[in-house]
């Protein structure tokens, strides 16, 4: 099934760009020109992808995001003219899964792409039961949480608790080994498929964000942060 992906920009021309490399690819493309457009798509029927500007009329992309994440993980990737480390970890802690500066590669945005919707599969794709394994290895608790894999969901006591495919990929890769600590490269290449780079804060905004639903949901701490090494989850 072709994925259908949703382009959110007031400047035009950057969206028909956009539009024109993922049709080329074989993607389904939308475009909405502000956030209230944008809403009015989203509402009309779900999309796989949401490609969001920040910078926009009448709604800005930081309000359709959280919007969007009320009630749907979809991965979003997040582009801006704004360039500032602190417009990065605003743009990922309202709920963006990644974000890329304009002016930015057509070449690196398809990347992030299929990095975006690779991970978001990955943790939703149907299970075949051929694989005894991968079965039995779908689902982890920890006390009152609820980790399922072929479901894409995470419960505490029955009580569902919304989580992007991106925080769903680290809770399930800490939670898989619990007591091993993860540093930020080794949790960035297993859950991005990417190649890490130096002072690349996305982990830390990420693990952040997980840390703040999980506590408010379990009322205590789960992810633990090893100063100078990286995060794990007691085991």
């Known amino acids: 099934m072709d994925r259908r992906i949703l382009i959110v920009d007031d400047e035009r021309e950057i ?6 490399y993922l049709k080329n690819e074989g993607f389904v493309t939308e475009m909405a020109f502000d956030g209230e457009q944008a809403l009015e798509a989203w509402n ?10 920040i910078m926009m009329p009448k709604m800005d992309g930081l309000e359709v995001c959280r919007t969007i994440r009320k009630e749907h993980h979809v ?19 309202t709920g ?16 992030r792409v299929r990095s975006l919707l690779r991970r978001s599969y990955q943790y939703s794709k149907p299970d075949n039961g051929d694989n005894r394994e991968q079965n039995e290895n779908r689902e982890l608790r920890l006390g009152s949480l609820r980790i399922d894999k072929l479901s894409h969901s995470v ?10 495919s991106t925080e769903f ?3 399930y890769l800490l939670a898989g080994q619990p007591g091993r ?25 990420h693990i952040s964000k997980l840390r703040d639903k999980l506590e408010k949901e379990l009322g205590e701490k789960l992810i633990v942060t090893v100063w100078g090494v990286g995060y794990k989850i007691e085991g």
């Not at 991965?75 to 417009?87: G, H, N, R």
């Open 15 to 20: 969206a028909e760009l956009i539009s024109i």
């Open 44 to 53: 009309k029927e779900p999309f796989d992808l949401v490609i969001l500007d």
């Open 75 to 93: 991965p979003i990737l997040m582009v801006s003219a704004k360039t500032q480390d602190m417009d990065k970890i605003l743009g990922l802690m």
């Open 96 to 111: 963006a899964d990644d974000y890329m500066a304009k002016p930015f590669n057509p070449l690196e945005l398809l990347a």
């Open 155 to 164: 419960d505490v006591d029955g009580r569902p608790l919304q989580l992007t």
């Open 169 to 171: 990929g680290i809770l």
């Open 181 to 205: 600590v993860f540093s930020a490269e080794d949790i960035f290449q297993q859950v991005w498929k990417e190649k890490y780079f130096e002072s690349n804060n996305t982990v830390m905004v």
